[in-house]
């Protein structure tokens, strides 16, 4: 599966990945199930107003003439729905930043684990313009499968060269340039979600994974980056 290239498209985001509204969406929309529709947005109230289908163009373009001429609306754009764990939700609560949209400037990669019945977290191993290696623990009050909770924890710690690395001979052992963005390869209820992504010069990529198992590619990032950290996950599955 070949890196995606940035969108560059500031109704999604800034320049720094800041969603531009609470609608924007953390992953493109050929992830993840999503399916594609317009919407338009009140920004004064924060607020979908109408829907459209992405393939219903004859009543978007009537929408948007009747909208222009009565200046009924302050902007269009497209709002991704389907996913069944609503990750934007658990990313937002995590204060992350959208990866796919603009190009940050620094080699970042990001593990989301949601588990059921435990607190969300995230690991984020990044190096900076400087070349400064830097790996970030971010988790929340919440449960993975019920609700997203508030941010609790935050961890920043630099280390050093040889970590980073370490972790880019992980990806290369795993394959991980051309590995498919859906490895779950068995369905449960409960269990866990594990969402990685990649965020370089080269594009975008996304792999995720249903319950993974303790060999698989999710693992190993956790383990590799949770060691270098001060802090004790329970129940990792």
Known sequence: MCYKQ????PKISDKDGIPISKFSSYFPYDSLGYK???VTID???????????????LALYNYKKKSNENNLIDTILPVYYGQKDNIDKYLKSLNENILYNFFLSKDKYRLTVLRTFNNPFTLIIEKSQKNQIIIYLKVTDGK???????????KKHVVADLIWNNFIKLLDKNHYDSLPENLTTKEGTDGSIWYFESHTKNG??????????KNSIFMQVFELLSRNLEYKFDDIY
């Open 6 to 9: 940035f969108l560059n498209n």
């Open 36 to 38: 594609e529709y317009y």
């Open 144 to 154: 993975g499968g019920y609700y997203p909770g508030k941010l609790v924890v935050y």
């Open 204 to 213: 975008y990529k996304q792999i995720h994974c249903w319950s993974p198992n």
């Open 43 to 57: 920004k004064l109230h924060d607020r979908i107003l109408t829907k459209f289908s992405k393939n219903d163009s």
